[in-house]
């Protein structure tokens, strides 16, 4: 009850299913003489509901990218069967939506704050704040707000056979953040640089940013990339590195000549892709990761399937050849010493050499001349302490594989890597043939025995017929007998 002057009370029920935090009221009476028909006006100026609200992001990801799909939906607690309309504001602008959710596309401009309330019979409290970051990325090759690119690791580059790859998906932000990792093999692309192909098990992408590979055993290229969402926002693919070969295959393989690792800048080498192709490509990468390819047709020269290309160059390279089939060749990895009169470089064999094999090692100049009074390095390790000529190894084993430089009148060589390519032992190739004629052997002989037991039975069921027949008839023939003399 409210008195509402000149002696009237009026009485004010309230009809709201809620609580109101706080309500601000006028009374007006009435102008006609009092009487029983007088009534009160109640003006509601402002009614604040109690409700709690909340903006939900979804996905909840610290960070988001150019494309991806944002959902911001204004959550109201206990809201009940209420009908309500939203209204939300950012940072920048305050707007009427009358809608729980708003789907969004992202772009910078949708960076900021956000928050809303409801409006049904009485209005909310504003929600709390939450801050939407639209990544503006600035890599000098990507556009603005383009997908994030990761960056891809492979160790080792150049495995032993057999040896097992790992590759990391590395460079991205958070990368806990809903991202799974996709991993892809190249495939050679004559007049491109390569078409992707995805690895077995990578299918749905992995949790984790690494990935191993068992025993690859020929020179390949691999290259990643992230998901995350739904529908399904892709990042860059990651740029391709690769895992390196040195044996040379009947397939594919290349060669060097001269035929060594070192080479003064202003030689003259050239490259040689031979196998069952008659398109081929050199393919190049420096130490700092630049890759480029060169047409054996266009730069080179085609003699049957084997391509013969002249090297340029600024640094030290990797090169293998791929042909347009697709098959990869062994790689060479090849130093460039500068012109200087007085360096010197080492001239060691640019594939692998097979244990047991004679190795020689020698030092020259520029003048390609055979340098004497050297001492020879391996591993950073004086070799002997007199000079010499040559250093000649007799029988290479597994463990002179290492690296090798020389010295001369106080100049060294850059440093070249031996690798030294294992051979199966004869025990171990024994071995491997008693596994094989063992089982083999014993399955002939349970297969022998059995022809044998069924001969053998053949043979008894054949003597016992014969018996019952010949039994049979001396039978006969008495009875024949014993019938004529009782006649």
């Not at 604040?48 to 960070?63: A, E």
């Not at 691999?222 to 529908?231: I, L, S, T, W």
Request: proline share 5%; with cysteine; net charge positive.
């Amino acid at each position: 009850m409210v008195d509402a002057g000149g002696g009237q009370k009026c009485s004010w029920r309230r009809r709201c299913r809620w609580q109101h935090s706080s309500v601000r009221l006028r009374l007006q009476r009435s102008r006609s003489p009092p009487s029983a028909h007088s009534f009160c006006l109640l003006i509601v100026f402002l009614a604040v509901v109690s409700h709690r609200v909340s903006v939900v992001l979804h996905p909840s990801w610290p960070r988001i990218y150019r494309g991806e799909t944002v959902i911001l939906r204004c959550q109201i607690q206990e809201a009940g069967g209420a009908q309500w309309t939203y209204e939300w504001k950012t940072t920048n602008r305050k707007s009427l939506i009358p809608r729980e959710y708003m789907n969004i596309s992202a772009a910078e401009a949708h960076s900021g704050e956000y928050s809303c309330r409801g409006k049904g019979e009485g209005l909310t409290p504003w929600s709390n704040v939450v801050k939407l970051t639209v990544c503006k990325l600035t890599t000098y090759h990507l556009n603005d707000m383009s997908p994030p690119q990761p960056v891809l690791s492979v160790s080792p580059s150049w495995p032993n056979p057999g040896a097992s790859v790992t590759l990391s998906c590395e460079g991205l932000e958070l990368q806990s953040a809903g991202w799974r990792f996709f991993w892809y093999k190249t495939v050679p692309d004559l007049f491109s640089r390569y078409t992707y192909e995805l690895l077995p098990g990578s299918t749905n992408g992995t949790e984790q940013n690494s990935f191993i590979i068992n025993g690859p055993t020929l020179t390949a290229g691999f290259v990643c990339r992230a998901g995350r969402g739904e529908p399904k926002f892709y990042s860059y693919y990651s740029e391709p590195k690769f895992v390196w070969s040195a044996d040379p295959r009947p397939a594919a393989s290349l060669s060097v000549n001269p035929d060594r690792v070192q080479h003064f800048r202003s030689d003259s080498v050239s490259l040689s892709c031979e196998g069952n192709s008659t398109e081929w490509r050199v393919m190049s990468i420096t130490e700092r990761g630049g890759l480029s390819y060169f047409i054996c047709s266009y730069w080179g020269t085609m003699t049957g399937s084997t391509c013969a290309f002249d090297v340029s160059w600024n640094n030290g390279e990797v090169f293998w050849c791929e042909s347009r089939s697709g098959e990869t060749s062994n790689a060479v990895n090849i130093t460039v010493q500068d012109d200087y009169y007085d360096d010197i470089i080492l001239v060691s064999p640019v594939h692998p050499v097979t244990e047991g094999d004679p190795v020689t090692l020698s030092c020259r100049n520029k003048k390609q001349n055979l340098l004497s009074n050297v001492f020879f390095y391996h591993n950073d390790k004086l070799i002997n302490n007199d000079s010499r000529e040559e250093l000649k190894i007799s029988a290479v084993s597994k463990s002179d594989e290492g690296f090798y430089k020389c010295q001369h009148s106080g100049k060294e060589s850059p440093s070249s890597w031996m690798s030294v390519r294992a051979v199966s032992s004869p025990v171990s190739s024994l071995l491997l043939v008693q596994l094989i004629i063992g089982p083999v052997s014993g399955i002939l002989l349970i297969v022998l025995l059995l022809l044998l037991w069924c001969c053998i039975r053949l043979f008894l069921t054949e003597r016992r017929s014969q018996s019952s027949t010949t039994g049979l008839a001396a039978n006969q023939a008495g009875s024949q007998v014993y019938s004529s003399l009782l006649q």
